[in-house]
């Protein structure tokens, strides 16, 4: 499988999953996260979109880049949404997207901790984005979560519509550093 790669001058990234826009009210749940995000270069969605009008709403924000639940999500739109993992190239960082740890091929425990039971961290950043990254964004869960694991940045920005704890992110890239923040919606 060849993995989606993208060269992507952004900074700092509105990082969202599990938004379900077919469920909620979706021009209202999208001034929340506007506001959580304040300004943001770029936005990146880990699926369960559910319908095209998030990512024409989402995408007059910031440039969005996007991966989709096979199960729920509309058809891919490359180069916005794909299938499966992408990596996004931001100087001389690597972030890599999926939607789901805890699908094939990783089945990586999330809750309540990230863990990687049967193929470890690296194996798993080798099987899913073709080599190491150094921050993985996923969803699916609708649940928040932040750790670090074989020197990448794990996080999880939890559901702004969705969740008990409505949230979303803040992924900031810094002379090769970066920083997460969970705010809530």
């Not at 921050?135 to 008990?164: D, I, Q």
């Amino acid at each position: 499988m060849t993995v989606p790669r993208h060269r992507v001058k952004a900074r700092r990234f509105g990082l969202l999953a599990d938004t379900h826009d077919d469920a909620v009210d979706w021009p209202k749940a999208v001034e929340k996260i506007r506001a959580a995000w304040g300004e943001v270069d770029a936005i990146i969605h880990c699926g369960d979109l559910c319908t095209p009008r998030a990512i024409e709403t989402l995408s007059q924000i910031a440039p969005m880049w996007a991966t989709r639940n096979p199960q729920t999500d509309p058809a891919a739109t490359p180069p916005v949404l794909v299938d499966g993992p992408r990596v996004l190239e931001v100087g001389a960082s690597g972030i890599g997207v999926l939607f789901s740890l805890a699908g094939e091929p990783v089945k990586a425990e999330t809750d309540p901790v990230l863990r990687f039971s049967g193929l470890g961290p690296e194996k798993a950043l080798q099987t899913l984005f073709g080599g190491k990254v150094d921050v993985c964004v996923w969803g699916g869960t609708h649940a928040a979560r932040v750790s670090a694991a074989a020197g990448t940045l794990f996080v999880n920005p939890g559901s702004p519509t969705l969740a008990k704890s409505r949230t979303v992110g803040v992924l900031t890239l810094e002379n090769g550093t970066a920083g997460v923040e969970i705010l809530p919606v």
